[in-house]
């Protein structure tokens, strides 16, 4: 089993950019795929997470209203797809899959990819 997150890049304040996680498929048990991001000498932290059963999306407050995850099946993608961006949203982002336990925790998820770098320069 294996993620890999791709597209991040620099971007301006109150730019765009769309995140890809490419999925190996989807494992057993899995609840969904989620996304986090770690900033330097930060902890990982819960980004958004989307469910394999009905699509239903959760998302951390302070990207609510700007980020938008979606998936396709066929094709085995999860996307980020992340507006209005901030410099506060400088972070390396990586894709999960969720597998127990509070959404919201790093310990519910399991086969993390690399990540990747996202800047937002002021």
């Known amino acids: 089993v294996q993620l890999q997150a791709s597209g991040g890049g620099l971007v301006q304040t109150g730019g765009s950019l769309r995140l890809s996680c490419a999925a190996s498929g989807r494992t057993v048990n899995s609840i969904g795929l989620g996304w986090f991001r770690q900033a330097p000498g930060k902890e990982r932290e819960f980004v958004g997470r989307?469910?394999?059963?009905?699509?239903?999306?959760d998302y951390a407050d302070s990207v609510k209203g700007r980020f938008a995850i979606s998936k396709d099946n066929a094709k085995n993608m999860m996307y980020l797809q992340m507006n209005s961006l901030k410099p506060e949203d400088t972070a390396v982002y990586y894709c999960a899959y969720h597998f127990r336990g509070n959404k919201f925790y790093v310990s519910g998820y399991d086969y993390w990819g690399p990540g990747t770098q996202v800047t937002v320069s002021s």
């Open positions: 989307i469910t394999w059963l009905n699509s239903s999306t």
